[in-house]
């Protein structure tokens, strides 16, 4: 069974900078389009940024010119760099594939206040 586990989520003031990363067993990162999805208090989950196989990225609007995904193959693990971090983006992190295929992993909190 695919296990997604995130890290990297911390309490930073706004302004500053986080690098998220995800893990996963088996493989799959190497052979599927990943994704971040952030969830925040009382809203749905959404898609924040995805990678394809073919190492193309796409961006949810609120985000686009302040985080990068990137992906590292040999270490199967896709990495979310967020800079100019907003109260906004307050929410629990995860990662999965832009169809969410795999059970959710436990997520990682970012906490962007003063």
């Known amino acids: 069974q695919v296990q997604l586990v995130e890290s990297g989520g911390d309490l930073v003031q706004p302004g500053e900078s986080l690098r998220l990363s995800c893990t996963a067993s088996g493989s799959i990162i190497r052979a599927n389009a990943m994704g971040w999805y952030r969830q925040a208090p009382g809203k749905q989950r959404e898609l924040v940024a995805y990678?394809?196989?073919?190492?193309?990225?796409s961006y949810a609007d609120s985000v686009k010119g302040r985080f990068t995904i990137s992906s590292d193959n040999a270490k199967d693990t896709v990495y979310l760099r967020m800079n100019s971090l907003k109260p906004e983006d307050t929410a629990v992190y995860y990662c999965?594939?832009?169809?969410?295929?795999?059970?959710w992993g436990q997520g990682t909190q970012v906490t962007v206040s003063s």
């Open positions: 990678i394809r196989v073919d190492g193309s990225t």
């Open positions: 999965n594939t832009p169809n969410r295929y795999y059970s």
